[in-house]
């Protein structure tokens, strides 16, 4: 039981301080670079020897960023150029963007103008997912590697990218499997703590990660299982932060159960395949993925959410929106219309990383817990 | 003294229009009614992106209509509010492109006073625009369960496309094309896909020459008065309608240099380009305190918008000037370099940007764009609030006063030029 608590506050502590954990791999002489949200190649990253570490922003107020963006951008994006600018990110070797949307396009370009110490490698996914598309990300991919091989000094042989994609691949497995587990101890993994497990493998060798979440979801299984009598919530959006809302969440006995939220499961519940070609296996990844930043005229991710709110005996969803973010705002009416034919009321819940008082949000998810 | 000036202005407003206007307003007319018709004859209609490679369905013969011209007309007229309030009331944020919000309204009641679009048959859409294009026209071919052919073209973070890319965007067309012709059981005539790639071409070239004779000094025309010409480019840029057009519109634009005159109805003391897209519900508004001052605006990023330029029956030419072409594909230095060039040819004195609540992607690089340009030619700026289509986002007064600032500073630059300052 100690352990089990020692490491689920270990975890809590990398998510909660991730400047510290990158000192930490600086002090270990090792190279880190930084992953923009929501997608890069993460294992080209780790097959050239550095460390990946996610940049998903922060409480930083803008001050420095509003000379680059808008008010109306991206809180996430707005924190992130931030901290690059004030100097916070010292330390990396680059930072990986991908152009996903149409702020992280002028991010890669802000980002190039005003912080000129840490080199910017844009990626760029294709929309249309066809066998052409996929060939010029292989391409795409090819070009990235070549720019990862340069700072690391190391090749990124096919051996090492395969060893990179197998970690990869178990970390996923182990946080799909962590997350299930979790349903069953809904006592011990509050919303805060669920979201401290997933966020902190950002900031961590994804290997490291895997044994102590591995670790923790045994310890867990052997804990008999607790009834919860709360109500049980999924969340969907981009992130569900700052944690404070979800602590909100948890005084109002809501249990997240399951989640479609970019910075947790949507980064683990798509596996890289098996094939021949490490390149070419990464790039099927990203035909695989269902996300709202990636071209689906199906919407895919609306079924899957019905099917993730069946599966875990959802009450309600939260639709964590972050704000200006328009790839989530032109899903939302689809997915409000699908849980309003399904019965499952959800709530529409604005995040701002930059917002300090949550006296609204309280109110909110209060009422939504009451109505459910 | 402002108020006399202003009625001075509306006084010359009420001359007849030039007959190239009048041609554009026909052309339009006509491009919604055989939509219509050809939707009431059972064929196959679509709703298209406005930087979409058009030559493959204007050969093919099919029907295409433009959500974002049809949206701009509707905020031009002061009718899109019904629409927006709409949109917004079933779920769709004010943070999402006004644009679309009105048209994903009018997909539901399909109906708006001017010019209606029939509800289509597929969409047609290419993200060199813009990312959120791509969500839009997802959100209406799921809306109707219709085919949505995407030309996804990439952002351009380095200077030009990639062959990678242009291979990617090249096969992206040749399935478009195959889907279109089974889809609509018509067949792609390669002899008409040569003659509608010459129009368009012949298209961009008159469409650029009419925008550059605003660089004669005073200019022949209210720069304004091209908004009203953008349709053609936006809508027929692959007919021979719009040959005509511009043909006729160069004309008026030439007899007004030969004779010394001009549709700028006041002394033209300050020429400036104008930064993104037109502020539609308060066009008016925006051009009038513009003239208060003497300022006329003689180019805008329009200039070039449609200057996708490529060789006959070359594919992979067209694909790529679909992926080089529009400002928002592309990165910053590439943009920075074009407006640069741009305040020099048609000699501005100032630069004003259109801070457009509906566009992330012009808006979040907009800043560093400013700053680079003034650096670059010493030309100074100033920027104004406002939206493409939702008259929520803009403010009289903001305007105003921003406008003043302007010419403060171009007042300011001009002494300091006379007075041989560097």
Redesign the interface.
């Known amino acids: 039981m100690n352990e089990l608590l020692n490491n689920l506050q270990r975890l809590t502590e990398i998510a909660e301080n991730p400047k510290k954990q990158l000192a930490h791999y600086l002090s270990q002489q090792k190279k880190v670079i930084g992953c923009f949200p929501v997608y890069t190649p993460e294992e080209l990253v780790y097959a050239a020897g550095m460390i990946p570490m996610g940049l998903w922003g922060g409480p930083a107020e803008p001050y420095l960023a509003k000379s680059y963006v808008p008010a109306f951008c991206c809180p996430i994006m707005q924190s992130a150029l931030e901290l690059g600018l004030q100097g916070s990110y010292k330390g990396l070797s680059a930072v990986l963007i991908p152009t996903l949307c149409d702020t992280l396009r002028c991010i890669t370009q802000n980002w190039k103008s005003g912080v000129a110490d840490i080199p910017m490698i844009a990626v760029s996914y294709p929309q249309n997912r066809t066998d052409a598309g996929l060939r010029f990300l292989q391409a795409e991919y090819g070009t990235i590697k070549q720019s990862l091989e340069a700072i690391s000094g190391q090749d990124v042989t096919d051996e090492k990218l395969a060893a990179a994609i197998d970690i990869y691949n178990a970390h996923n497995g182990t946080m799909r499997r962590f997350a299930k587990e979790a349903n069953n101890h809904l006592d011990m993994i509050t919303p805060r703590v669920r979201h401290n497990v997933m966020k902190s493998g950002h900031f961590m060798d994804k290997a490291v990660h895997t044994a102590i979440v591995r670790d923790i979801t045994e310890a867990l299984a052997n804990r008999s299982i607790f009834s919860w009598a709360g109500k049980r919530i999924l969340l969907t959006g981009i992130v569900a932060e700052p944690s404070e809302l979800l602590d909100i969440m948890e005084e109002n006995q809501l249990a997240v159960v399951a989640d479609d939220l970019a910075q947790e499961m949507r980064q683990h519940r798509t596996d890289i395949p098996k094939g021949k070609v490490p390149l070419q296996r990464l790039t099927l990844q990203w035909k695989d993925r269902i996300c709202s930043l990636a071209h689906d005229t199906d919407k895919s991710r609306i079924p899957l959410i019905a099917r993730q709110v069946r599966d875990n005996q959802a009450d309600g969803v939260i639709c964590c929106m972050m704000k200006f973010c328009d790839p989530e705002e032109y899903d939302f009416p689809l997915i409000q219309d699908e849980m309003e034919k399904m019965g499952i009321p959800i709530l529409h819940l604005e995040i701002d990383q930059q917002t300090g008082g949550l006296e609204q949000a309280k109110t909110r998810i209060q009422a939504f817990g009451d109505m459910l | 003294m402002m108020e006399s000036k202003a009625d001075t202005v509306k006084a010359k407003e009420k001359k007849p229009l030039p007959k190239s206007r009048i041609m554009v307003g026909e052309q339009l007319t006509q491009l919604y009614q055989e939509a219509l018709q050809a939707k009431a004859r059972g064929e196959k209609i679509g709703w298209s992106a406005s930087i979409f490679p058009q030559e493959i369905a204007e050969a093919l013969g099919i029907c295409i209509v433009y959500p974002e011209n049809h949206g701009a007309g509707l905020a031009a007229r002061h009718q899109a509010e019904e629409y927006l309030s709409y949109a917004e009331s ?4 004010m ?3 006004s644009y ?1 919000r009105i048209n994903l309204a009018y997909a539901e009641v399909l109906t708006a006073p001017g010019n209606n679009m029939p509800k289509p048959d597929f969409v047609l859409c290419c ?1 060199n625009i ?3 294009l ?3 026209l ?2 209406l ?2 809306r109707y369960n219709i ?2 052919f ?1 030309i ?1 073209t ?2 351009n ?1 380095t200077p030009n496309a ?1 062959d ?2 242009v ?2 965007v090249r ?2 067309i040749d ?1 478009y094309t195959r889907q279109l012709e089974e889809l609509t059981g018509k067949k792609l005539d390669p002899a008409r896909l040569e003659a509608v790639m010459r129009i368009s071409l012949k298209n961009k070239d008159l469409w650029r020459k009419a925008n550059e004779l605003l660089a004669h000094k005073p200019a022949p025309l209210s720069g304004f008065e091209l908004f009203n010409y953008m349709s053609c480019m936006v809508c027929c840029r692959g007919k021979e309608s719009t040959t005509k057009i511009l043909e006729q519109l160069i004309k008026e634009i030439e007899e007004h240099i030969k004779n010394g005159t001009s549709t700028f109805p006041v002394e033209e003391k300050y020429r400036i380009f104008w930064e993104g897209i037109a502020c539609w519900p308060y066009l008016g508004h925006t051009l009038k305190t513009l003239r208060q001052y003497g300022i006329n605006l003689v180019a805008t990023g329009y200039v070039n918008a449609w200057g996708l330029d490529y060789e006959l029956n070359d594919l992979d030419g067209l694909a790529r000037a679909y992926i080089d072409l529009p400002n928002n594909n592309n ?2 230095e590439t943009v920075v370099n074009r407006r640069i060039a741009a305040v020099k040819q048609f000699r501005c004195d100032g630069v004003l940007y259109h ?1 457009n ?1 509906s ?3 012009m ?6 764009l400013q700053r680079r340009v003034q650096e670059s030619t010493g030309v100074p700026f100033t920027s104004f609030d406002g939206d493409q289509a939702d008259f929520r986002a803009y403010s009289e007064a903001q305007y105003e006063t921003r406008i003043q600032g302007l010419v403060e500073l171009m007042e300011e630059r001009e002494r300091q030029i006379g007075e041989g300052v560097k």
């Open positions: 079933h779920g769709y944020n943070d999402i492109c679309a993200n813009c990312n959120q791509t969500k839009w997802q959100n071919a799921k085919p949505m995407l996804d990439v952002y973070y990639s990678d890319k291979r990617y096969s992206q399935n990165n910053l801070v609540r566009c992330k992607v808006d979040c690089q907009q800043y560093e």
